[in-house]
Every structure is written in structure tokens, then in C-alpha cells.
């Protein structure tokens, strides 16, 4: 079986990795603070229309992923 790469985008950075990349390894592959909040649940990952996302599917090659914080909801808009 061959390996093939995909290119998904968290906060907009594109990341390159392979095909079968959790939510949590293409969160820790942009950014390990990040990641460390997600497992804290300081924060978790939605979708481009705002859904929670779960750290253990896949990625699709061009998914759009943006990690917000528990900060972020008690922001004034």
C-alpha cells in the first residue's frame, strides 16, 4: 500500500503530513503549545463553520481547522 501526503490548514498555516494524520498530531505538527492546551482542554478544534471537531479523526487533504480557547469565549465582541 502506498503512503500518500495530504496538505490541511490550521489557523489558516498549511501543514503537510501523511495520509491517516489525527486532529492531534497535525495540531501538535503546527504548533506544540497549542497542543499542550488542547490536551489540558484549554482549548479544542472547530471546523470553518464553528462545529467542534474530535481530536482522534482524520484529516481530509484541504480540511480547514482553527483552535480556539477558553479565553476566546469570554471575549467582548
Do not use: C
Not at 489557523?11 to 489525527?22: A, E, Q
Amino acid at each position: 500500500m502506498s503512503q500518500r501526503k495530504i496538505t490541511f490548514y490550521i489557523n489558516d498555516k498549511p501543514i503537510t503530513r501523511w495520509y491517516g494524520t489525527t486532529v492531534e498530531q497535525g495540531v501538535l505538527a503546527y504548533d506544540q503549545g497549542e497542543y499542550l492546551a488542547l490536551k489540558r482542554d484549554e482549548a479544542w478544534v472547530v471546523d470553518g463553520r464553528g462545529s467542534r471537531v474530535g481530536r482522534g479523526g482524520t484529516l481530509d487533504n484541504g480540511a480547514r481547522l482553527y483552535i480556539r480557547h477558553v479565553r476566546d469565549e469570554f471575549r467582548e465582541p
